[in-house]
């Protein structure tokens, strides 16, 4: 389902009648499922509900207030995968396991969305070292989306964004992703930027080729915890893929189901032709959190 729907949790309630809760039983068809994605449908940390403050973005100070914080984030660095993006796409899937991801996140006193973040930065890390692009003092810049839904609002787009610095001149997973943590945490005492308002809109739109505000998008959504059916069939795994779009050839897009973490990197084929490099490096830093997923 594409983002001009809806977002995430829109889509995921939006789906949800699609499946069964439970097998068939032999005389009647399952009823429908109105809960299962419904209910886990909601951004992980630090994607968490924005503080309630009524539309204070779309009043002028509060556009200049947004403006003025993003200024203050300072630039993203130019890296070779910040390219206009193109038609051809490329598509990996990386996989974990859930319970161990929450706790390689407790372990250093940040989220899942950090340990996501901190795998997005080992991935990215891999690549530009690859390309003779990395420094050690290398901080990339990813965009975070932010459930800013009030009680009772379930469809269309509400969501704010964060922009979360990543190290990548730290080569130990363990200590980006503390630093990761230590820095989603300072964020989530401050109000997310929301881009509301035609103007700011349709600026965004038009200079997204050559923004420098961001190198990579990441996203994450709690999905069912147990297995869903299809027609009385079992889905055996679900994934969300993210869009790339302006100048940002590379997103990832993750969601839990069933125990597990999957995660859909997608990026533009011809900007960034070694997504299978990326996807090893996020899978590599997984691995050494402790969070790749487990023999059954």
Not at 2 to 12: K, P, R, Y
Not at 152 to 171: H, S
Not at 267 to 275: E, G, M, Q, R, Y
């Amino acid at each position: 389902m594409h983002h001009v729907v809806a977002d995430g949790i829109a889509a995921l309630a939006l789906l949800a009648p699609l499946f069964d809760a439970a097998p068939p039983p032999a005389s009647s068809p399952a009823p429908p499922l109105t809960s299962a994605l419904t209910g886990a449908g909601t951004p992980a940390a630090p994607a968490g509900r924005a503080p309630r403050s009524g539309r204070w973005w779309t009043a002028p100070a509060g556009l200049v207030q947004q403006l003025r914080a993003v200024a203050r984030e300072g630039r993203a660095p130019a890296l070779s995968i910040n390219r206009p993006v193109g038609r051809r796409r490329a598509l990996a899937l990386v996989r974990a396991d859930l319970a161990a991801a929450k706790e390689a996140a407790h372990r250093h006193g940040g989220t899942v969305n950090d340990v996501l973040l901190a795998a997005a930065g080992g991935g990215v890390r891999a690549v530009l070292a690859a390309r003779g692009e990395l420094t050690p003092d290398l901080v990339l810049k990813v965009s975070v989306p932010v459930s800013v839904r009030r009680p009772g609002q379930t469809g269309g787009n509400r969501t704010g964004v964060r922009i979360v610095p990543v190290p990548l001149g730290e080569a130990d997973p363990a200590a980006r992703l503390a630093r990761v943590a230590a820095g989603t945490a300072a964020q989530r005492r401050r109000p997310p930027y929301v881009p509301g308002g035609r103007l700011l809109q349709r600026w965004t739109a038009r200079t997204m080729h050559r923004q420098r505000l961001v190198n990579l998008w990441l996203s994450n959504l709690h999905g069912p915890a147990e297995p869903l059916r299809l027609g009385g069939a079992r889905v055996l795994e679900l994934f969300q893929l993210g869009a790339v779009q302006g100048n940002v050839a590379l997103a990832v897009g993750a969601l839990s189901y069933a125990g597990r973490l999957n995660l859909g990197l997608v990026a533009d084929a011809d900007v960034v032709p070694d997504l299978d490099l990326f996807a090893a490096g996020v899978a590599d830093t997984l691995d050494r959190l402790g969070a790749a997923p487990r023999e059954a």
